[in-house]
């Protein structure tokens, strides 16, 4: 079949999954290190301001740069998994040699015995700032001691019951719920292996929030993952971007699930989100939006929303095409779903507002939560054909 495709090349080709490096011209933030999953499939440390593309921990599959917005490990000591609140027939041993941890150290923790086990706010694990009114989601890595699948239930309080079967290799099981009131008790989360073979266990994790994020180590206190956002300014910025058309390709994969809500921007052109064009999954209906902004207003055909292709869900990659210039604004996604419109009036053209590519955000919020596998930006508005 005939294609039209762009008979130009990008000004800016920001191929994430493929280089995997940051290109010279982009300003990374994040105030705190971050964990990712390297081409071998284990886990590394990212240090402030650096960051993290990260791969499928089976496939080891690049997925492009991993963003995230700011979450809390509330487990003071999630390394120290040994507690004395469960069934006495119940055995552990810390930093076991007998096996290596996700990240490679010797920092696991061996449980044998048929039973349960509880961690809560006792017991030195300190886990503190949960109510009975928020969705919590705890998270914990899991293998089996011997060579045959078990058993693992989970729950908050007989509250978000599921059960796991736990393999041979490390693998993150969790859960998300609001935590039950269990007759006061602080308790959080329970553990019920069903073998007395036993299993390895590293990395919990509860997070405020309706799904788990990236790991977050700790050792004696509470800690924070930063939120994370690029830009690209200056003369950087006005040596790629054309003030009169453009387009755009995005691509990206959303790791937050439909049912939550929020503006979660993959890029903005536009020194705030008061000026400029963006590219977000919308807080409302959860489908892939672009929208003008000029003086904090969007002008009548600004805002296109091509419904047709669903909801941005958790797990789902989106190929995002957007060609504008003033009274001409298009978008495809996924090759097809187009929605075109007319801006006749109020168009953002000032350069002293338009002087920076947001990656990530907006600028000051609405942080993306996924990996971007690849941004490319067109001097010149394509076609409605080659968009798709």
Excluded at 18 to 43: C, H, M, P, W
Excluded at 189 to 198: E, H, K, L, P, T
Excluded at 200 to 211: A, D, F, T
Aim: glycine residues 10%; hydrophobic residues 30%.
């Amino acid at each position: 079949a005939s294609q039209d495709y762009p008979n130009i090349q990008p000004t800016l080709d920001l191929n994430f999954a493929a280089v995997k490096k940051l290109d010279s011209r982009i300003t990374f933030y994040r105030t705190t290190i971050g964990s990712y999953i390297d081409e071998n499939g284990d886990y590394r440390w990212a240090s402030a301001n650096e960051p993290r593309f990260d791969h499928d921990e089976v496939t080891h599959e690049s997925k492009g740069l991993l963003m995230e917005p700011t979450r809390t490990n509330l487990y003071k000591n999630n390394h120290s998994l040994k507690t004395a609140n469960d069934h006495a027939n119940m055995n552990y041993v810390l930093n076991t040699t007998e096996t290596t941890a996700p990240d490679g150290t010797f920092t696991a923790t061996k449980v044998t015995g048929a039973g349960w086990t509880r961690w809560d706010g006792n017991n030195g694990l300190d886990l503190v700032g949960v109510n009975f009114t928020d969705t919590f989601s705890t998270s914990i890595y899991m293998k089996t001691v011997g060579t045959s699948n078990i058993n693992v239930g989970m729950d908050f309080g007989d509250n978000g019951n599921a059960t796991f079967s736990v393999g041979q290799e490390w693998k993150r099981y969790s859960i998300s719920n609001v935590h039950q009131n269990y007759g006061g008790s602080t308790k959080f989360i329970d553990i019920v292996f069903d073998s007395a073979s036993g299993v390895y266990i590293w990395g919990l994790q509860c997070e405020n929030g309706s799904h788990p994020t990236s790991y977050i180590p700790t050792s004696g206190t509470t800690m924070t993952r930063g939120n994370e956002y690029a830009v690209i300014d200056g003369e950087d910025f006005t040596d790629f971007y054309n003030p009169v058309e453009s387009s755009v390709l995005a691509v990206g994969t959303m790791h937050r699930p439909a049912a939550a809500g929020g503006q979660l921007n993959i890029f903005h052109i536009g020194d705030d989100n008061e000026d400029g064009h963006g590219v977000f999954r919308e807080n409302g209906t959860k489908d892939v939006w672009y929208h003008i902004r000029n003086n904090n207003n969007t002008p009548s055909g600004g805002d296109l929303n091509p419904s047709g292709f669903g909801d941005w869900d958790e797990g789902e990659e989106a190929k995002i095409a957007i060609a504008f210039k003033d009274g001409d604004q298009a978008i495809s996604v996924n090759g097809g779903n187009q929605v075109t419109a007319t801006v006749t009036s109020s168009y953002p053209t000032q350069t002293s507002t338009i002087s920076k590519m947001w990656i990530g955000s907006h600028g000051t919020g609405s942080f993306f939560e996924g990996t971007i596998k690849r941004i490319a930006y067109y001097p010149k508005l394509l076609t409605d054909n080659q968009l798709n």
